[in-house]
């Protein structure tokens, strides 16, 4: 048997061993026309999570995929697409397609490729000697107990249904389906998740740090020599610690989803001449507000931040008591901006508020 490996996702390997062949149906596709809800056209077992399938249409490869939920009370099971072949890249619903099953394997020799996919599936048609160890089948198992509008291709061993079994009393109960309720009604209430599970975030890190340069805004306080200006903005450094309380609150698309964030920050800057020619104060603000974020793409963000700052007086020369409680104020801090993507996990950011305007490197984590 030839050995296959995905190298598409994740680097996994799958060895074309036990390979089976069912029909199925394509009956509905996520939003990212990546995950896909098939229907088994046939009477086997449906394929266990995490098991690779290739769909296959007049013998030539069209998409590879994985296998990422099952809904066994309705021969249904969802997959997301891992590679594609030839010129189909989506799959459109109600098209039907002959599937094969690969399983997974410890050992890597081949890539997945349509030569290796193609005499995988010329081995099946060889002849196995371990079928000469299997027992006999049971004479109740007739070729017509398989649906007739699929039989199985050529060099395929059919397997007899298992006999009817009574389930135990701890089984959960299965819903009954009226032959008046549609395929995909039948399957709403499990397929809801399908573009849940397929969703990618667009920002997967919960933790930053941020590097900053800004200007601090501060209020004059009355009595002041130079009260030409009521507030002054003055120039210093800071670091932001940023973690994430909550993702996809409002928009869940691919392309827009929003979180909410806490963040904390420590910044530094001297104060000169602030209200007579020769004070001076080294101030240390501690802000903490409440960011909300939203991402348009993985490579842009635009947000809203509000909470408060506090600062502190680190060390003073000359100070006036109206100065000292000017600056000891706890002030508001709000305001909006940017963040554009430079690299991987790497950000710059750009803050416009009442309390500061910065310019910050985000790494994040």
Same mark, same amino acid.
């Given at each position: =048997?030839?050995?296959?490996?995905?190298? =598409?996702?994740?680097?996994?390997?799958?060895? &074309?061993?036990?390979?089976?062949?069912?029909?199925?149906?394509? @009956?509905? /596709?996520?939003?990212?026309?990546? /995950?896909?809800?098939?229907?088994?056209?046939?009477?086997?077992?449906? %394929?266990?999570?995490?098991?690779?399938?290739? +769909? $296959?249409?007049?013998? @030539?490869?069209? =998409?590879?995929?994985? /296998?990422?939920?099952?809904y066994p009370e309705h021969k249904k099971f969802a997959a997301r697409r891992l590679n594609k072949y030839g010129s189909k890249h989506?799959?459109?619903?109600?098209?039907?397609?002959?599937?094969i099953i690969f399983s997974p394997s410890s050992s890597v020799t081949e890539p997945l490729t349509t030569t290796a996919l193609s005499s995988a599936t010329t081995n099946?048609?060889?002849?196995?000697?371990?079928?000469?160890?299997? %027992?006999?089948?049971?004479?109740?198992?007739?070729?017509?107990?398989?649906?007739?509008n699929t039989p199985p291709p050529s060099g395929d061993v059919v397997k007899s249904p298992l006999p009817e079994t009574q389930p135990d009393e701890d089984s959960p109960p299965i819903k009954e389906v009226s032959n008046t309720e549609s395929d995909d009604d039948a399957v709403a209430e499990h397929s809801t998740d399908l573009a849940i599970e397929e969703l990618q975030h667009l920002e997967t890190n919960s933790q930053w740090l941020t590097g900053f340069f800004g200007y601090f805004?501060?209020? $004059?306080?009355?009595?002041?020599?130079d009260d030409s200006l009521a507030s002054v903005y003055l120039s210093g450094i800071g670091i932001r610690h940023t973690l994430s309380l909550g993702k996809?609150?409002?928009?869940?698309? %691919?392309?827009?989803?929003?979180?909410?964030? +806490?963040?904390?920050?420590?910044? *530094?800057?001297?104060?000169?001449?602030?209200?007579?020619?020769?004070?001076?104060?080294?101030?240390?603000?501690?802000?903490?507000? +409440?960011?909300?974020? =939203?991402?348009?793409?993985?490579? *842009?963000?635009?947000?809203?931040?509000?909470?408060?700052? @506090?600062?502190?007086?680190?060390?003073?020369e000359n100070s006036l008591v109206n100065a000292?409680? &000017?600056l000891g104020q706890i002030l508001p801090a709000a305001g909006l901006g940017i963040a554009f993507r430079i690299g991987p996990s790497w950000d710059m950011r750009i803050d416009m508020g009442v309390d500061i305007a910065s310019l910050g490197l985000m790494i994040g984590f």
């Open positions: =048997m030839a050995a296959v490996d995905t190298n =598409m996702e994740t680097p996994e390997a799958f060895e &074309a061993t036990s390979i089976r062949t069912f029909d199925v149906t394509v @009956k509905r /596709v996520s939003q990212s026309k990546n /995950v896909y809800l098939f229907n088994n056209d046939g009477t086997g077992e449906l %394929p266990t999570e995490g098991k690779i399938i290739l +769909l $296959k249409k007049d013998s @030539k490869p069209e =998409m590879g995929l994985r /296998v990422i939920k099952t989506i799959l459109i619903n109600g098209d039907s397609y002959n599937a099946q048609n060889e002849p196995d000697t371990t079928l000469e160890q299997q %027992p006999p089948v049971p004479p109740t198992a007739q070729l017509s107990d398989l649906n007739e805004w501060n209020q $004059k306080p009355s009595g002041a020599e996809l609150l409002i928009f869940r698309q %691919p392309a827009l989803q929003d979180g909410l964030l +806490l963040e904390n920050s420590f910044s *530094f800057y001297k104060l000169s001449n602030f209200v007579v020619a020769d004070d001076a104060y080294t101030i240390a603000p501690v802000s903490a507000t +409440l960011r909300y974020n =939203m991402c348009v793409g993985e490579a *842009f963000s635009m947000f809203l931040y509000g909470g408060l700052v @506090k600062n502190f007086i680190l060390a003073s000292t409680d &000017a």
